[in-house]
């Protein structure tokens, strides 16, 4: 028996002075967006700005051009921030809204300790929050019953972590004024 041999590949087969065309590229930066961390208040302030505009935006507020208007950006400032999550708006076609996104977002987040302010990745984890507290707030004003409020929320997580469900902990801490509702949308980042 004799070992199997690889023929050698006659010079005809290859294909001479062929390359891959080499495709002009963006750099890595502004491919995933600008880094959250390396931003600085003013910039933090602007990106706030365009990521309202994009809320707006999906849930059909008004035009995009209005919108611009409404949250102070121009076109240039919100392309920056938003990247490839407006869509559209080229040979006559109006400027939509990815159905969602992955950005850091500074949100309050519900804990044993009351609400502490963390960074949230994604539309659809902040919106799963924003639900939380909307619950949370009825549970607090007797429009939903700790039953339900516990069997909606117990074991669930936001973006990896629980969200604090126990219905005794939460009254206590409302009664010890550690909740504060009134501050629940505000920013936490630093000074507009």
């Known amino acids: 028996m004799s070992p199997l041999r690889l023929q050698p590949r006659n010079a005809s087969d290859r294909k001479v002075g062929t390359k891959k065309p080499v495709k002009a590229t963006r750099s890595r930066a502004t491919e995933r967006g600008l880094r959250y961390s390396k931003l600085t208040v ?4 602007t990106r706030e700005r365009a990521l309202n505009l994009l809320s707006d935006l999906r849930r059909g507020e008004g035009s995009y051009a209005q919108l611009l208007r409404k949250h102070q950006l121009n076109t240039r400032q919100a392309h920056k921030h938003l990247g490839r999550n407006l869509l ?19 949100l309050l987040f519900p804990t044993y300790l009351g609400d502490v302010p963390t960074r949230i990745h994604g539309s659809r984890a902040a919106t799963t929050l924003s639900e939380y507290f909307h619950d949370r707030d009825k549970l607090l004003h007797g429009k939903l019953g700790g039953g339900d409020f516990e069997a909606k929320w117990r074991g669930v997580h936001v973006d990896g972590r629980e969200v604090f469900a126990d219905v005794a902990g939460i009254f206590r801490m409302a009664n010890a004024d550690v909740l504060k509702v009134e501050d629940l949308y505000a920013s936490t980042g630093g000074a507009r």
Do not use: Q, Y
Not at 94 to 106: C, I
């Open 88 to 106: 559209g708006g080229t040979r006559g076609h109006r400027v939509r809204a990815s159905k969602s996104d992955r950005f850091v977002r500074e």
């Open 42 to 45: 003013p910039e933090k302030a």
